[in-house]
């Protein structure tokens, strides 16, 4: 299993720029969430779905859109980048959110600045 | 809202002592406990996860422990060695929430 896998690893954007970073998983696993990890804040939730087609906000889902069209991928989009958005950001999933499953896998990440 | 707090922020040790640890949290009501490692410039990786009616958790050198009444988690490291230089991260999971809250790490530099 390659796990959970992120593109692009680093991606530098201009002020109101979109773009969309890729998540995919091959595990079969119902959970998938987007994470930022700034410093000094630590990893914040953005978005998450509990299973294809369902999706719901997270802490900080401003700027964000997400869909799940399907079990394996889990796309983030960025609809007009800002400043404020230069953050690495971690795509996770875990089996279901049941609580024996709820084991959390992540991404490798994707380094994302925009000027 | 749930708090996580990990300290110290850093920690150096020489090759061989025993690492301890800590992560406390404010709300009692978790879900489960999630303890990650993350080298410099990459991601997370799943060291234990403790059930919220679990004590403990092993894992060949690793161990967590999980007191949820006074909120707290303990990790050890035992024999600590150069390739455990990380940081680690705690991570909790509140009952009836989807996320996880995280600690903001402590950073481990073992000397060889």
């Known amino acids: 299993n390659a796990g959970v896998t992120q593109t692009p690893k680093f991606q530098v954007l201009k002020t109101g720029q979109s773009m969309t970073l890729q998540c995919a998983q091959d595990?079969?696993?119902?959970?998938m969430s987007w994470y930022r990890q700034d410093p000094g804040m630590g990893l914040r939730l953005i978005h998450y779905s509990v299973g294809a087609g369902i999706t719901d906000q997270g802490e900080v889902p401003n700027g964000y859109n997400v869909s799940r069209s399907t079990t394996e991928d889990f796309p983030l989009r960025l609809l007009s980048a800002a400043p404020s958005q230069t953050s690495v950001y971690f795509c996770?999933?875990?089996?279901?959110?049941?609580?024996?499953?709820?084991?959390?896998?992540f991404g490798p990440g994707t380094r994302l600045t925009v000027l | 809202k749930q708090e996580v707090t990990q300290i110290p922020a850093a920690l150096s040790v020489p090759e061989g002592e025993n690492l301890v640890l800590n992560c406390s949290f404010t709300?009692?009501?978790?879900?489960?406990l999630q303890w990650f490692r993350q080298d410099p410039g990459k991601g997370l990786t799943s060291l234990l996860l403790?059930?919220?009616?679990?004590r403990e958790q092993t894992s060949g050198r690793l161990n967590a422990s999980l007191d949820k009444s006074s909120g707290r988690s303990t990790l050890y490291i035992a024999a600590s060695q150069p390739g455990d230089s990380a940081t680690y991260l705690c991570a909790v999971r509140v009952s009836n929430d989807y996320k996880l809250s995280f600690g903001a790490g402590t950073t481990v530099t073992v000397r060889a």
């Open positions: 709300d009692s009501a978790i879900y489960n």
């Open positions: 595990m079969n696993h119902e959970y």
């Open positions: 403790i059930q919220s009616s679990q």
């Open positions: 996770a999933s875990s089996r279901s959110i049941d609580r024996v499953y709820n084991e959390q896998f």
